[in-house]
């Protein structure tokens, strides 16, 4: 095992024990108690200071960074943002779009769209949801858009999952990749030996990560043949609406277009 690591994470025996424990909660409890707290929470601050991109409900604010309504966090509303500003994807053609580990907050905004075949996918999906390895995905090439948010780091053989995402797609299609980017790290590190959940917490920050993602990222999802356009799309946008929105600036859009025929 490699004995540098390459971003001085704390090892703090506390935040790795609730992680583990957090995982062991079946989704379905962990949500019903994520939910109640939010409905406690939607009269006392009822307002308008801030606004759900996702579902378009406002509030005096959020509630531990999510939308007291539909649960979105900060990343799940740019990505809605993004997708309904950038891609039109709610006023644009009819469209086949896969969602890998798909969040409440997208999962209540898409499903709504009725220009869109959308296909909620996991490799544990919820009820009506589809099961999908990300890895070996047997669905025929048939997609318009894929949309996975900090999946890619919990995964292995990511190069494989990448290779996937691109051979489901249309020609012409969209993909709109979002993972964790360590600015400080030129490139990926990543260590076949470091495989305890101890050592994973130690080295990658969260016991359930296989590596951190430097600034080469996008070379990995090009090596497939995809054009990728990294959009730091918070930065873009003016600060009244970064505030509204609750946006966060670390949180990088890799557009990627499967080009060609």
């Known amino acids: 095992m490699s004995q540098t690591r390459p971003i001085d994470y704390p090892a703090n025996r506390l935040s790795f024990a609730m992680g583990v424990v957090k995982e062991q909660v079946p989704r379905h409890l962990r949500r019903a108690a994520l939910n109640r707290a939010l409905w406690a929470s939607r009269m006392l601050l009822h307002g308008d200071l801030v606004e759900c991109p996702a579902c378009g409900a406002t509030a005096s604010r959020y509630f531990r960074g999510r939308c007291t309504s539909c649960s979105a966090a900060a990343r799940q509303r740019l990505i809605a943002l993004f997708l309904r500003r950038e891609l039109g994807i ?10 890998f580990a798909p969040e409440p907050g997208l999962i209540r905004m898409l499903s709504r769209m009725p220009n869109l075949e959308y296909v909620p996918a996991d490799l544990v999906p919820d009820k009506g949801h589809a099961r999908v390895d ?3 995905i047997h669905l025929a090439p048939t997609f318009d858009g894929v949309i996975t948010s900090h999946v890619l780091e919990h ?3 990511d190069s494989r999952a990448i290779a996937e995402m ?3 797609l249309q020609p012409g299609g ?3 990749v979002v993972v964790p980017v360590h600015e400080k790290l030129e490139a990926t590190f990543e260590d076949d030996t470091i495989r305890s959940r101890w050592a994973r917490h130690r080295y990658y920050g969260q016991h359930d990560h296989v590596r951190l993602y430097g600034r080469d990222f996008p070379d990995r999802l090009r090596w497939v043949g995809f054009e990728v356009h990294e959009r730091r799309y ?3 946008l003016a600060h009244e609406e970064v505030r509204r929105y609750g946006l ?3 949180d990088i859009i890799f ?3 499967k080009v060609g025929k």
């Open 134 to 136: 990300a890895t070996a």
């Open 234 to 236: 918070a930065d873009e």
């Open 255 to 257: 557009l990627c277009r």
């Open 155 to 157: 995964i292995p053989d």
């Open 90 to 99: 709610e006023d644009g053609a009819d469209a086949r779009v896969l969602h």
């Open 248 to 250: 966060r600036s670390i």
């Open 166 to 168: 691109f051979r489901i």
């Open 174 to 176: 969209w993909a709109v």
